[in-house]
T-cell receptor, first 114, second 118 residues
Framework: NAGVTQTPKFRVLKTGQSMTLLCAQD?????MYWYRQDPGMGLRLIHY???????AKGEVPDGYNVSRLKKQNFLLGLESAAPSQTSVYFC?????????????FGPGTRLTVT | AQKVTQAQTEISVVEKEDVTLDCVYE???????LFWYKQPPSGELVFLIR??????QNEISGRYSWNFQKSTSSFNFTITASQVVDSAVYFC???????????????FGTGTLLAVQP
């Protein structure tokens, strides 16, 4: 099992450009998440999905859009990149049950916006 | 509101020393879950432990141990006989109960950077 994979691993964008980050998981998890990690701020939730075809806003959703057309994939889009979106982006997935279970993270995508 | 505080920004120890990483949380939920993750220099996030609010038993896994105390809202992590490979950023995280889709979100602390010197 590959677990959670993310593409690309690195990307440099110019202000105003757009891009899509792809997350894929092979654990049949229902829940998927996108976080951003900035120095001194821990991880902050951007958007999440509780199942195929559903998405919801997290703590810092502005400037991002997401889609979950297939259960195993969760896409994060930046329509018009800004320098404030320079960050490391992590995708995660988790099992659903009566309890709350741990999230498994991808390796991250380092994005620089100039 | 939920909040996780890791007051120790950086800790430096010499190999074989014991070290405790502090985590203090705030929540109004009676059911909640606490987690620890490790982020080594390579950057990935590695799950270490999950604990629910009804289980206050301390846990030990090899050189790692966790002390959960509801009375002080703390979930501290101790590494015994530290090794260079323990050098990483460690995150504590909190989640509320599972309301069937709207939660399961993790609130992360800002992390503690542990440097173990040889």
């Amino acid at each position: 099992n590959a677990g959670v994979t993310q593409t690309p691993k690195f990307r440099v964008l110019k202000t105003g450009q757009s891009m899509t980050l792809l997350c894929a998981q092979d654990m049949n998890h229902e829940y998927m998440y996108w976080y951003r990690q900035d120095p001194g701020m821990g991880l902050r939730l951007i958007h999440y999905s509780v199942g195929e075809g559903t998405t919801a806003k997290g703590e810092v959703p502005d400037g991002y859009n997401v889609s979950r057309l297939k259960k195993q994939n969760f896409l994060l889009g930046l329509e018009s990149a800004a320098p404030s979106q320079t960050s490391v982006y992590f995708c995660a997935s988790s099992y659903v049950g009566l309890a709350v279970y741990e999230q498994y993270f991808g390796p991250g995508t380092r994005l620089t916006v100039t | 509101a939920q909040k996780v505080t890791q007051a120790q920004t950086e800790i430096s120890v010499v190999e074989k020393e014991d070290v405790t990483l502090d985590c203090v949380y705030e929540t109004r939920d009676t059911t909640y879950y606490l987690f620890w993750y490790k982020q080594p220099p390579s950057g990935e996030l590695v799950f270490l432990i999950r604990r629910n609010s009804f289980d206050e038993q301390n846990e030990i896994s090899g050189r790692y141990s966790w002390n959960f105390q509801k009375s002080t809202s703390s979930f501290n992590f101790t590494i015994t006989a530290s090794q260079v490979v323990d050098s990483a950023v460690y995150f504590c995280a909190l989640s509320g109960p599972n309301y069937g889709g709207a939660t399961n979100k993790l609130i992360f602390g800002t992390g503690t950077l542990l440097a173990v010197q040889p």
